[in-house]
Nanobody
Framework: QVLLAESGGGSVQAGGSLTHSCAAS????????MAWFRQFPGQEREGLAS?????????YYIDSMKGRLTMSLDNTKNVIRLQMNSLTPEDTALYFC???????????????WGQGTQVTVSA
């Protein structure tokens, strides 16, 4: 069982930036891809960004947020970060990290999930 521990998130004013971190307890083939999702109340989780831990630094972003997101993977291949810029109140949501065998935007494809961190953007 891969455990994902998240930190970061919080409250920020519109136009500001936030960074999330997510640390995986170990590497397994079933957690090769690490990704970020967010969830608005009453909606499905939306995939934002992902990367393969052993691929060497290619990051995949949802088109609607390209230019506002920067994902990174540390040298241990166990920690990912997501920097979000130019935040608006519409970005207010619960943000999750996830891990699974391959990178998709479909939440059901991921086996492991972090606890989620709330992001609140005020106008």
């Amino acid at each position: 069982q891969v455990l994902l521990a998240e930190s970061g998130g919080g409250s920020v004013q519109a136009g500001g930036s936030l960074t999330h971190s997510c640390a995986a307890s170990e590497y397994t083939r079933s957690s090769e891809c690490m990704a970020w999702f967010r969830q608005f109340p009453g909606q499905e989780r939306e995939g934002l960004a992902s990367t393969y831990r052993t691929e060497g630094g290619t990051f995949y972003y949802i088109d609607s947020m390209k230019g506002r997101l920067t994902m990174s993977l540390d040298n241990t291949k166990n920690v990912i970060r997501l920097q979000m810029n130019s935040l608006t109140p519409e970005d207010t949501a619960l943000y999750f990290c996830a891990a699974g065998p391959w990178c998709t935007l479909v939440a059901a494809e991921y086996n492991f999930w972090g606890q989620g961190t709330q992001v609140t953007v005020s106008a």
